[in-house]
């Protein structure tokens, strides 16, 4: 039995991981339940006891009984709570090595919903690559525990200019965080721990919105002056009416003060009861950011500097939430509605804790856009980082220099959405502008996968990510594709002109003054039109194509077609094959050189029982 691979290796070393915290999880809820019942148990005791006591020996030794029984009760409640918080930790770390597993087997019904569906309008080539939807390289990649990394990792991939050194320095930082799984799980755990009770964790639109908001103006200023002057006032007419010294006046200043407090306080209680409600968001990047604070980078210079605006004294988070959380928390407790009355009695005291989070809010304005960009970019990089983690076989690409003639060398390449063990890898190389590959074969013989492979592997490559190969070099091209061409009701398009629309937008795209040619892909070129006026649409668009600032590969089904590459320079022509072994078709997905020898319609149909010509009659 040959030794396993080393993505078996770590399937295994997840597979035990998950079993571990699953016992652990098993052993600590029966814990929770035993605790539950003793809480409840000694909650009765403690009741039955006091209520003894009472009616034997009165109030006093009541008191004493409740106070003694209330100790080891809270004691249980104190275990408990720390147990769950345990258990709620374990529980999130065995669901993302769960994950983990998922994306390796392919195993879409374990996987997170997808969060995106639909991609951006006349995009060149996100629909055709399966980048976003239910069954799509977006969704297996997707670690992120916020919408907005989420959202960050797919504008990666539907990247259409790539800059080649904001590649190469992302792609630095994903090798560096490959082996860096615990730091990424960690970072994972603390964002969906903070925004475990959201339907899609922590989310930044709130906090936007409300780092956007006008500062205070200088009305509210006086206003808080004003009120707490005239608080001060009624407090000293109370004092002095307690001791009989005046009359009650201080029903009519306080009369005066809350009318002043409800109108000209209005609309400054309004913005600062906004400010409130984001009390919880900031607790929760708290967690996520001290995280990022604390973690010891060590040799990791390239994560260490991304990270640099939670390290520096003058910018880290912990300076400025710490002063989110004082001023929340004093103004929390006016939540109670008694509370509150005897709070703002005489101290506007809800507009002066509002106004001192407006101030605040000013100082976290300027930096509080680098911390959240950087967290969503950190999970972005993460995703790519992970995806390497879990498939050792794949490999990072290396990209032509500037002075190099633009060229695509692949070995082994292969698609990451089929299952690895039915993946088959194929080397593919194209040397110079206005070369172009016709790619021939059966129907189900492998063309359009095929062509999704060189798309989604260029994809991952400028995402600045791992690729699907043993090796990829290649240039920086403008990646082009017409493979799922679908026709429009609503819009009164039909296929076949929605193809035409597609490879006109092809020929805009290599008429472009550019100096990165087009890498286009094309899957089976006029298909929706008959046979001779395909053959002939489809020559010349080829003979459009050749010495052309681009190149490509094109599918398809004409045979006659492969007999361009006699005449024209840059043509050259690659097929799949199939067999029929055992009354059935049988594929084996190797691209080799040359016109496809067979076609298998007819043989498709008769193993099908459909009435078709003998061999000798056609």
Known sequence: MPPPTARERRRQALQRQTERVGRQVATWQQQSQRL?????????????????AFFTNGPRLALLTAVLAAIPFLVTVYLHRRLEAGLQRHRLWRELRLAHLARMDLAWEQLPAARFHHAPPNHPFALDLDLLGDYALHRLLDTAATRDGSQRLLEWLLDTAPEAGTIQLRQALVQELVPLARFRDRLALQARLAGRDQADHWAADKVRAWLAEPPPGPGARRLLLLLAGLGLINLLLLGLNLLGLIPAGWVF??????????????????????????????????????????????RNSRLRAHCQPFLSVDTRPSRYLRRVRQVSAASGLSQNPVLWLLLNLFVPWDLFFGYQLARVREQIA????????????????????????????????????????????????????????SRICNDFTLTRPGEVVIITGSNMAGKSSFLRTLGVNLCLAYAGGPVNATALHCGWFRLYSAIKVTDSVTDGISYFYAEVKRLKGLLVALEQAETRPVFFLIDEIFRG??????????RAYLQALLGRQGLGAISTHDLELVKLAEGAAGVHNYHFRDAIAGGRMVFDYTLRPGPCPTTNALKIMRLEGLPVPEEGAL
């Open 529 to 538: 039109t008959n046979n001779r006026e395909r053959l002939l649409g489809s």
């Open 253 to 298: 200043g306080l009369f005066f003060y809350f009318a002043i407090y409800f109108t000209a306080g209005r609309q400054s209680s309004q913005v600062f009861r906004r400010s409130l409600e984001l009390r919880d968001a900031f607790e929760q990047l708290a967690a996520v950011f001290q995280f990022l604070e604390r973690y010891r980078y060590g």
């Open 36 to 52: 539950s019942l003793a809480r409840l148990l000694l909650f009765l005791l403690a009741f039955v006891a006091t209520a003894a």
């Open 366 to 421: 300027g930096q509080a856009p680098r911390w959240l960009s950087t967290w969503f970019e950190l999970e972005a990089l993460g995703a790519l980082a992970n995806l390497q983690y879990l498939n050792p076989d794949f490999s990072f690409p290396t990209f032509a220099a500037a002075e190099e003639t633009p060229i695509f060398t692949g070995r082994e390449l292969g698609h990451p959405l089929i299952p690895h063990h």
